[in-house]
């Protein structure tokens, strides 16, 4: 099978874009308990934040050498596994800024 049908086929799959997707559905169960809303991590809806994720992903990636995305994509497959059981302060833990209500008193 060439490489081009598998990537129409979505065998083929970056694990960190997938991670943006597992992490968005994570941070989207967890919003309740943490007492925020989307705007509060930083987008409007959970599609808002995957696409702002990937699109993160994209850069870091293209700015990196060649040899060391293996290690980078190792690393977002092993946090998409780990988020198969994590805990709301885990998935709080991989955020870049931690969710906090409004009425925190944190800036």
Do not use: K
């Amino acid at each position: 099978m060439s490489v081009a049908l598998l990537l129409a086929l979505g065998c083929v799959t970056d694990p960190c874009r997938a991670l943006c997707v597992d992490l968005a559905a994570s941070v989207e169960g967890c919003l309740p308990g943490w007492g925020v809303t989307w705007p509060q991590v930083g987008a409007d809806s959970r599609r808002a934040w995957r696409v702002a994720c990937q699109d993160e992903w994209a850069a870091t990636r293209a700015s990196m050498e060649v040899r060391q995305v293996p290690a980078a994509e190792d690393a977002c497959a092993d946090a998409s596994r780990a988020l198969e059981a994590a805990s709301c302060d885990d998935v709080a833990a991989m955020l870049p800024t931690p969710p906090l209500p409004e009425d925190s008193g944190y800036p």
